[in-house]
């Protein structure tokens, strides 16, 4: 069975600040990872997946296999990225459906 | 850009009553998901459509749910008999084919459900 765990429920820091939101997942076969975003009043929306190795609105992520994480970091936080964070993982074996980490609330004070 | 249209936003029923909420997914999207996501908890997968026929359910959806694609463009999920449990918002998605991975996950606004 696939999991993702996110450790942290919150996560304040101020405007130009670097930030990292850790997510670890645990899955036997060869998942695909995303980070999805949900700023207030809206829809989950993609942020980034792991094989398109891009950067989004300044985000990046980096799959480490060895030791089963996708953290999302972005080096100069704004309060347009306060917004809830969710890492969630995808398995063709498990039909591609998403599985979700419990999310990160990111709040970037001015 | 397309998106997903859930509706209504906001529900609100009594308990044991039958729901039933709608979505349009993306018009060319072949696969369509239900999540559901109670307040102050993780987004779960409920089932995951594709062919008109059910290819995954978790063990929330139980025998009170039921989803259809009465039509071309609508994907429904009902609830036969609201429980307060029940009480979450809900989450239409819808995906492509697109690569050897798949495209992602396309979410709607949801449906905020409160069962009385």
């Known amino acids: 069975a696939q999991r993702v765990t996110q450790p942290e429920k919150l996560l304040s820091v101020f405007k130009g600040a670097p930030v990292e939101l850790k997510c670890n997942y645990s899955?036997?076969?060869?998942?695909?990872l995303f980070w999805y975003v949900q700023y207030s009043r809206q829809r989950l929306q993609l942020l980034l997946r792991?094989?398109s190795r891009e950067s989004i609105k300044g985000f990046t992520a980096d799959l480490n296999k060895g030791e089963t994480s996708f953290h999302l970091k972005k080096p100069f936080a704004q309060e347009e990225d306060s917004a809830m964070y969710y890492c969630?993982?995808?398995?063709?074996?498990?039909?591609?459906?998403?599985?979700f980490g419990g999310g990160t609330r990111v709040l970037v004070k001015p | 850009e397309p998106e997903v249209t859930q509706t209504p936003s906001h529900q609100v029923t009594q308990m044991g009553q039958e729901v039933i909420l709608r979505c349009v997914p993306i018009?060319?999207?072949?696969?369509f998901y239900w999540y559901r996501q109670i307040l102050g908890q993780k987004v779960e997968f409920l089932v995951s459509?594709?062919?008109?026929?059910?290819?995954?359910k978790s063990e929330i959806f139980d025998d009170q749910f039921s989803v259809e694609r009465p039509d071309g463009s609508n994907f429904t999920l009902k609830i036969r008999s609201t429980k307060l449990e029940d009480s979450a918002m809900y989450f239409c998605?819808?995906?492509?084919?697109?690569?050897?991975?798949?495209?992602?996950?396309?979410f709607g606004n949801g449906t905020r459900l409160t069962v009385t």
């Open positions: 998605a819808s995906r492509g084919i697109g690569g050897v991975r798949g495209s992602p996950l396309h």
């Open positions: 899955y036997s076969g060869s998942p695909e």
């Open positions: 792991h094989i």
């Open positions: 969630a993982l995808s398995a063709r074996a498990a039909g591609n459906k998403l599985t």
């Open positions: 018009s060319n999207h072949l696969y």
């Open positions: 459509f594709y062919n008109n026929e059910i290819s995954e």
